[in-house]
């Protein structure tokens, strides 16, 4: 089944630590995304990646980082410098970043600093 | 300063009724606008997209978009305890950017 996968599912990161969120997609899409969700809010975005080995930064990128090594995968690694990391990590991805084109999303990771 | 506003809730509906969920946008630019539904604690699914002015039907969801005004609502017919979740606005200002989301508004529809 072609899909979005992230993980963890859950995530606890102590402070001053790094921590690598693992997003894979099989559906052969171009474009990748990162959002972060809040309690009771919507979706701002972290980076974003068009295409391989290219990605720029979102609404909120500062204390993150990305890689594209490859059209599949697009890991998103929250730094010590984030002072505020728990939250609900969103992937998604479209098929590219023109037109009507619909973002997919996966499950989800829930990143808690302990 | 691209801004999607709606209304946090909860908007309470009885079973059968009619939910109302509406949407204003800040950048009059605007051209994609996306519904998406998010249940407690899973990730957002799309429901429909309009572009055009006016109504967009599917099932007992309809999409309506007035660019002038700069909102865009979605309606669901014959409400459902299971239609019971965040639903998400979504605008792109065109092509080559990005989603802006709103907050969400919170939907309990009751039997």
């Known amino acids: 089944d072609g899909g979005i996968t992230q993980s963890p599912k859950y995530l606890f990161r102590k402070e001053g630590q790094n921590v690598t969120l693992s997003c894979e997609q099989n559906l052969n899409h171009d474009a990748m995304y990162w959002y972060r969700q809040d309690p009771g809010q919507g979706l701002r975005l972290i980076y974003y990646s068009q295409i391989v080995n290219d990605f720029q930064k979102g609404d909120i990128a500062e204390g993150y980082s990305v890689s594209r090594e490859k059209k599949e995968s697009f890991p998103l690694t929250v730094t010590s410098a984030q002072k505020n990391p728990t939250a609900f990590y969103l992937c998604?991805?479209?098929?590219?970043?023109?037109?009507?084109?619909?973002?997919?999303f996966g499950q989800g990771t829930r990143l808690t600093v302990v | 300063q691209k801004e999607v506003e709606q209304n946090s809730g909860p908007l309470s509906v009885p079973e059968g009724a009619i939910a109302s969920l509406n949407c204003t946008y800040s950048?009059?630019?605007?051209?994609?606008f996306f519904w998406y539904r998010q249940y407690s604690g899973k990730s957002p699914e799309l429901i429909m997209f309009i572009y055009s002015n006016g109504d967009k039907e599917d099932g007992r969801f309809t999409a309506q978009l007035n660019k002038a005004s700069q909102y865009v609502s979605l309606l669901i017919r014959d409400s459902q305890p299971s239609d019971s979740a965040t639903y998400l606005c979504a605008v792109r200002l065109d092509a080559g950017n990005m989603l802006t989301f709103g907050g969400g508004t919170r939907l309990m529809v009751k039997p």
């Open positions: 998604a991805s479209s098929i590219d970043i023109f037109g009507d084109t619909e973002a997919f």
């Open positions: 950048d009059r630019g605007s051209q994609s």
